[in-house]
Each structure stands twice: as C-alpha cells, then as structure tokens.
C-alpha cells in the first residue's frame, strides 16, 4: 500500500505521493519570487500606509490580500490557463467591496496596489526582465511615497461646524470669522465655505479648511 502512495518516477528519479512530486526544482522561482513580492509589500503597507497610527484592520487586509492572491496567481499559471483568466481573477478582486463597512479612497487605493503588485509578481513571464520587474514594483513604490509625504501631507482637512455670530459672515468680517474660528478650536484654519444660512436660530453651518497639525 505504502508502495502505491509513495513512488518514484523513474526516469528523473523523482519522489511522488499519489503522483504528485514531492519537490521541484520550480519551488525556488517561487521562493525567490514570494521573498520580493513581500518585501515591497513590506515597504508599501508599514512604511508609507501605517507610517502613523491608523486603522489596523486594513492594514491586516492588505498584509493578507497580498500573499493570497500570489499565490492563487502563481499556482494558477503553472498550469497553463488562458490569459483571460488572469484578467478575470484581477478584475475581480479589484472590485471587491465588503458589505459592512465603506472603504475610504486612499484605502481603496491601496488595496488596488497590493492585488496590482501581487498579480504582476506571480504572473509575469520569463520574457519580462527582472530590470523591468525592479522598475514597475519600485515605481509603484516611489509614485505612493510622493503622494504620501510630498503631496498629501500638504493637501487641507475639512470639518463642518456650527457657528452662532452670524453678523461675522459678512463679507468685510470675514477675517474677524477667520480669527474666532482659529481660536475656538485651535486649528490653523486656512479659508471657509458657508453651506447653510439660519436666520431664525441665528446659526450659520461652515465648512472649514485647515492643515493637517500633524504633518
């Protein structure tokens, strides 16, 4: 019975279990590929996502979504599937929602970079240089670091408040607004936009811009 389950094929002498190898020599491509993928995954999700204190949860999705698809990717293309299937499964995933919570922008963005570097880690082909692999994982890299620390740290918050001197939101008091406003709530806040007018209840509601404090 063991006989049965455990054999070796005889002309390159390799070890099988119910016919399948139990080694091959392609499981270090595979390796090698899955140590680089993780790597610039590394860098993408802890050193540019969660930079600062965030959401843990997404960062555990896109630490897992990441070596999940890999290796579907990879293992799927060993066995000669159509390129469309490729297409197919990455269309999927990227569309993927989850149905009890609304993922914010930036964070929707970064789950599409992790299926994007995933996919293109497994699937690329021996016609694709490791130069030009090198190339589009690190661009990746470099275009999110520079909205991350160049861009998006500069770019304003906003908020919503409710404000009661309404007399302040004539045009020649709007920097009188402006003053109240930052000393109120101690933001450095840049400009202002009125969304509704309550004359009756003498209340304004604004939409504020302010810096980020902590950039």
């Known amino acids: 019975m063991l006989n049965l389950l455990l054999q070796a094929d005889l002309p ?5 279990f119910l016919g399948i190898k139990l080694f091959d020599e392609d499981f270090w491509p595979l390796l090698i590929r ?22 843990r949860d997404f960062a555990f999705t896109f630490l897992i979504f990441n070596p999940l698809i890999f290796f579907v990717c990879y293992l799927m293309s060993s066995v000669k599937l ?10 999927v995933f990227s569309v993927l ?13 970064y789950l599409f970079a992790v299926i994007t570097i995933a996919v293109i880690n497994a699937l690329t082909t021996k016609k694709v240089s490791y130069t030009e692999l090198l190339f589009t ?40 607004l402006l003053e109240d406003l ?25 939409k504020v811009y302010y810096k980020d404090v902590e950039n």
């Open 12 to 16: 390159d002498q390799t070890l099988r």
């Open 82 to 91: 159509e390129i469309g299937f490729a297409f197919g499964l990455f269309a």
């Open 137 to 176: 994982n690190f661009s990746i890299i470099a275009l999110l670091a520079y909205l991350e620390y160049a861009w998006y740290s500069y770019a304003l918050k906003t908020a919503e408040v409710q404000y009661e001197v309404i007399e302040n939101i004539r045009p020649e008091h709007h920097e009188r």
């Open 182 to 206: 930052r000393l109120r709530t101690g933001l450095p806040i840049q400009r202002f936009e009125i969304l509704r007018t309550d004359f009756l209840r003498d209340t304004v509601r604004l």
């Open 34 to 55: 899955f140590a680089f993928n993780f790597l610039v995954l590394i860098i993408m999700v802890r050193y540019l996502y969660y930079r600062k204190p965030g959401d």
């Open 97 to 109: 929602r989850y149905r009890t919570l609304t993922i914010p922008i930036k964070e929707m963005t």
